[in-house]
């Protein structure tokens, strides 16, 4: 590609002038009328649950909670039987 003469740089400069300008001043008649209405907020309401949802969800915490207690300790149980040579691979 050939290099841009002087008198090129100058036109593109005036075209993003021009650009700019436009785009920072849209017309007046462009611009859409915005009415604001104000609506009520509404409070969500409290989910009701029943007694049998809150001892399925008990009861499913604790059994992860053991489970994952266990995988803990396991891993910690191996930590240091391979440090001390307890476990010989």
Do not use: G
């Not at 409070?43 to 992860?64: M, R």
């Amino acid at each position: 590609m050939p290099k841009k003469t002087k008198k090129q740089k100058i036109i593109t400069e005036y075209r993003k002038k021009i650009r700019m300008l436009q785009t920072q001043l849209p017309n007046q008649n462009d611009k859409p009328q915005i009415t604001a209405k104000e609506e009520p907020l509404t409070v969500p309401t409290k989910i009701d649950q029943t007694p049998a949802e809150l001892t399925f969800f008990k009861t499913d915490l604790k059994k992860s909670l053991i489970i994952t207690s266990a995988i803990i300790t396991l891993e910690i149980i191996f930590y240091y039987a391979t440090i001390y040579n307890y476990l010989r691979f």
